[in-house]
């Protein structure tokens, strides 16, 4: 049983610009077992052994993984963990099993997913999403007490992919209607589709694990690849609901799935040569040691999200109840554990202190509690040895003059991290550098606009980053130096993904290929064109396989 007391990290906070007094504890209490609402409770620990290989489920005998959520309970004895379940730690053999299962059905092309008419591809993606919708209530559950995300959270992070997977469907009708003619140039007669790649490795991260692999994992099958995927390292008992609504709606051998540690299952598939694809979002570290992985890399096409340290840079005319409104929701929604959360904040110094004053009272007001609780909005936290990460990066900037500005900021109850106000954080200073992932809001005063200019210039990431200014001269200003070291400029806003159906993307480590509704078609596939010369003999031939239906690609049929 895991019993522990509060915490409280040294700090060197001393009250400065008008701040209140620490407080000694985190404002956070966890419940008794019985204080659970009936309706979020767990019926029972799960016992996942099964696999999903070849359009059948394997059963696996052998050693499990324990999955624990960051909710812990209070019992008289102090703090337990909640176990979960338990999942398979499948080596090398079975995900081989998986990805030749991949490889067959994709059968260099020839499969009958590959082949087949789009429209029909397009029948077994919204037979999948019916039955994907119909796991909404047990999925949800488990996106809480695996990750922590709260309810209203969870439920955005199901429905927006419900609605991804949709709008895909649509895109797809769409790219295909304009494919579904001839074009003559110069004398040829074309017609140019969009062909899959092959197979493809589909592993999305943590902080979304269910939209964030849906979004590779979707587009990758509707255009004809088969896929392999692995479930985040957090996050994978949700997957189980969805187990039988892969095996019902695709044909057997499209969609597998291999569980277990990265390392031991990931890279020797990659070793084989035989993945076309790569999609996968987390560590740039982890990105680079799987292409390195892949025999002929010049065959290989990533799709990778990486690492940001998306900064907000607060002009001297900003609105500051409009910026601290954006930069509390950019730094912690879910606790900050978002790509493009922002990690660390520029503030003219001129107004350094008032933004300070409102952010403190901003987040002093933020809800904390369990991830069912109403209008909650921090949570526990799910990786283990999260507080202690950042305890230390709030201790080495301390040590280097900087100070916990918020009362509660940096303590910490066993799982939970309260959000933790940083300021002057400077150069030199691990939280300038690091992606804190977490609720740690660095604040970093300027004097000159070359300093976050500097910054961003300097960074090895290059994701996105918000401007608050009311001069339209001074964010035009911005605007065209910026725009080139980072995909997305924000003004006034925070930043993040959405719409989906914009691009999503970054320069530098932060990302390779384009996602959005429409770019993820083009990055799971290649055009392909079936061309001939223009003459009788050739339209004839043309014209007898399209008004017979003879092809499935050489088609004008359109979708309606
Ligand atoms: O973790 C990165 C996510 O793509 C962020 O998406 O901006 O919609 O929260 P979001």
Redesign the pocket.
């Known amino acids: 049983m895991l019993v522990e007391a509060d915490a409280r990290l040294p700090t060197a906070h001393n009250g400065e610009i008008g701040m209140p007094a620490l407080s000694e504890q985190t404002p956070l209490v966890f419940p008794r077992a019985d204080e659970i609402p009936e309706a979020h409770r767990l019926p029972a620990p799960i016992d996942q052994t099964e696999y999903l290989v070849n359009g059948t489920f394997r059963h696996w005998s052998g050693p499990m993984g324990e999955a624990f959520s960051p909710v812990r309970l209070r019992t008289p004895g102090g703090l337990a963990p909640v176990r979960l379940g338990r999942y398979p730690l499948l080596t090398e053999a079975e995900a081989m099993t998986a990805l030749n299962a991949a490889v067959a059905a994709y059968a260099h092309g020839r499969g009958r997913w590959p082949t087949m008419s789009v429209a029909e591809r397009i029948g077994h993606v919204e037979e999948f999403l019916r039955r994907f919708k119909d796991c909404r209530t047990e999925v949800v559950r488990l996106l809480m007490w695996e990750v922590g995300k709260s309810l209203a959270d969870s439920e955005k992070e199901f429905d927006?992919t419900a609605v991804y997977i949709e709008d895909t469907i649509e895109a797809l009708k769409d790219l295909d209607r304009a494919s579904s003619r001839l074009d003559i140039r110069e004398g040829i007669i074309g017609q140019i589709r969009r062909g899959p790649l092959g197979v493809a490795l589909c592993m999305g991260?943590f902080?979304?694990p269910l939209?964030?692999t849906f979004t590779t994992l979707i587009p990758a099958l509707i255009m004809g690849n088969t896929v392999v995927f692995k479930p985040p390292r957090l996050g994978i008992l949700l997957y189980r609901p969805l187990l039988a609504a892969f095996r019902d709606a695709f044909p057997p051998g499209v969609v597998n799935t291999v569980f277990g540690e990265g390392r031991k299952v990931v890279g020797p598939l990659m070793a084989t040569g035989k993945i076309d694809v790569l999609a996968f979002?987390g560590s740039s570290q982890a990105a680079d040691a799987l292409k390195k992985q892949h025999p002929a890399p010049h065959r290989l096409r990533c799709v990778l999200?990486m690492g940001a340290k998306n900064p907000a840079i607060v002009l001297a005319d900003a609105d500051l109840e409009l910026a601290v409104r954006e930069c509390v929701l950019g730094s912690l929604?879910?606790n900050g554990?978002?790509?493009?959360?922002l990690k660390i904040i520029f503030v003219h110094r001129d107004i350094a202190e008032r933004f300070l004053e409102k952010m403190t009272a901003a987040i002093n007001a933020l809800p904390c509690g369990m991830p069912w609780e109403s209008g909650v909005f921090t949570t526990p936290l799910p990786e283990s040895g999260k507080p202690e990460y950042l305890a230390g990066l709030l201790e080495d900037a301390l040590k280097q003059g900087a100070r916990i500005i918020n009362p509660a900021g940096g303590t910490v109850n066993s799982s939970f991290f309260s959000p933790a106000l940083v300021y002057p954080v400077a150069a030199g200073m691990r939280l300038y550098d690091e992606e804190q992932f977490g609720p740690v809001v660095p604040v970093v005063p300027f004097d000159d606009i070359e300093t976050p200019i500097r910054y961003v210039v300097e960074s090895n990431f290059g994701q996105q980053l918000s401007i608050f200014s009311s001069s339209a001269d001074a964010t035009a200003a911005l605007i065209d130096p910026l725009v080139n070291q980072v995909c997305r400029v924000n003004l006034n806003s925070q930043?993040?993904?959405?719409p989906d159906t914009f691009p999503?993307t970054g320069r530098k480590g932060s990302a390779e290929g384009t996602l959005s509704v429409s770019d993820a078609l083009r990055v799971f596939s290649i055009r392909t064109l079936v061309a001939a010369k223009e003459v009788e003999q050739n339209k004839e031939l043309i014209r007898q396989i399209t008004r017979e239906r003879k092809s499935n690609f050489l088609s004008t049929d359109f979708i309606l």
Do not use: H
């Not at 554990?337 to 959360?341: D, F, K, M, N």
């Not at 930043?495 to 959405?498: D, M």
């Open positions: 927006r991260p902080n979304y939209n964030e979002i999200g929604s879910f554990q978002r790509c493009t959360a930043c993040q993904r959405g999503f």
